[in-house]
């Protein structure tokens, strides 16, 4: 058996999302999710709508202590999860103190246990007056979204030093929403897709110069002062979901293409503007004639995703050329039986360092998900936790894979 180290400071982890977990949001997802459209289209496929109304989730909103002590029992020394901006700001301009409250004290009891946060300020989600102003397709939607993420980082300086901004933009929002028009608010058009994309960058653009000056305004504080604040420094990225793609060589064009607009634009635009890459890494994308370049592998998730861990060391090779430190910011697989999870944990982790030996400046994993949830269109079907979630109690149980990734992230070593 190979043991394999990787490099001191490494963070382990796992991910979570407001809207996935908490429960009892009112945004413009949760709004659609009870529309009579979206119920007569479940019925019309033979679904129970319940099962895909998001309603208590998790209940992690009141349950987030219990969610916390799972990751430090499993030797978590980081959270990536996300904040709820309709929570934050139910109404244009308004903004709910008691709510940023509890976020406060969401991420103070995270350090307490010792656990690095890592906030998302943008899952998908979007207040329903945004979303009523076109969400981003306005152009002032950069505006907007940097006035809230100026909001919530005056508050959180003191005790965040990682964000990400937005979560799978391009690839997974833009796509869905804009160009197969299947997730709120299905409005189809490549050119709608293109100027929410461009919206991005600029918002991703304005948010980062906005937290950077803000953490710029701090004075340091002195050796042996008695201030508790602490002296942390910003790093500020976003996250994207990244497929390896399968191309035959005579689609090479269109390879090149759907990669780039799938996600190194949104990359080279925004590269002065980030201190560090969030990738998101599930499975590879294919293009017609590919199974001639690499056949249909045996492994397959019951999401559909062919399992091919090697993707992840090619992603992860064509990113170094942008020369920023990377977090792999999601990996998972959906397996309510937890047969196949330690497998899919082990095999991606040994071609991260893989991609550490060869260079690549990769600083952390998170895995995905913490907890079973809300899996967006997919409903409450997928299993991806770490720990079970009965979503009629609430319990938590903890899966015999998730111990054995402790022994991992406690020991910064794997033994494959």
């Not at 998001?54 to 349950?63: E, I, M, Q």
């Not at 949104?266 to 599930?282: E, V």
Request: glycine fraction near 6%.
């Amino acid at each position: 058996m190979e043991k394999l180290e990787f490099p001191e400071g490494f963070l382990w982890g796992a991910a979570t999302s407001a809207h996935q977990i908490e429960g009892d949001n009112h945004n413009d997802w949760s709004e659609w999710e009870k529309s009579p459209e979206r119920i007569a289209q479940l019925k019309k496929e033979g679904k129970d709508p319940a099962d895909f109304i998001s309603g208590k989730a998790c209940d992690s909103y009141h349950r987030y202590r219990e969610d916390f002590d799972i990751a430090k029992e499993l030797g978590h020394n980081v959270h990536r999860f996300s904040i709820e901006w309709s929570r934050i700001e139910p109404e244009e301009g308004k903004f709910d103190e008691r709510e940023m409250e509890h976020y406060k004290t969401l991420i103070t009891d995270l350090r307490e246990r010792g656990i690095e946060p890592m906030v998302t300020l943008w899952h998908f989600t979007n207040p329903v007056w945004f979303a009523k102003k076109g969400g981003f397709l306005s152009e002032r939607s950069p505006q907007y979204f940097t006035r809230y993420v100026k909001y919530v980082v005056d508050n959180l300086c003191d005790r965040v030093g990682l964000w990400i901004t937005f979560n799978e933009p391009s690839s997974v929002y833009g796509g869905f929403s804009y160009l197969l028009g299947q997730w709120p608010p299905q409005k189809k058009s490549f050119f709608k897709y293109l100027r929410v994309q461009n919206n991005f960058i600029r918002a991703h653009t304005l948010a980062y110069r906005q937290i950077k000056k803000i953490y710029a305004a701090i004075p340091p504080v002195r050796p042996g002062s008695s201030s508790t604040s602490h002296n942390i420094r910003a790093q500020v990225g976003w996250a994207e979901n990244y497929r390896y793609p399968v191309v035959p060589w005579y689609l090479r064009w269109l390879g090149s293409i759907f990669t780039y607009f799938r996600f190194l634009r949104f990359l080279k635009k925004t590269a002065p503007y980030q201190d560090f890459i969030g990738l998101n890494y599930y499975t590879i994308a294919r293009l017609p004639g590919s199974y001639d370049v690499l056949p249909r592998q045996a492994a397959v998730s019951i999401m559909g995703w062919e399992i091919y861990p090697y993707g992840i060391f090619h992603v992860l090779k064509s990113v170094a050329k942008f020369k920023k430190p990377v977090y792999i910011t999601e990996n998972g697989i959906a397996d309510a039986s937890d047969e196949r999870r330690l497998k899919f944990i082990k095999d991606h982790l040994r071609w991260i360092h893989g991609s550490i030996a060869h260079g690549v400046d990769v600083r952390g994993y998170i895995y995905w998900s913490l907890l079973d949830n809300f899996e967006w269109s997919h409903g409450f079907g997928p299993r991806f936790g770490l720990a079970e979630i009965d979503f009629k109690t609430f319990k938590r149980t903890v899966r015999p894979s998730a111990l054995e990734y402790a022994h991992i992230c406690r020991n910064n070593m794997l033994e494959y």
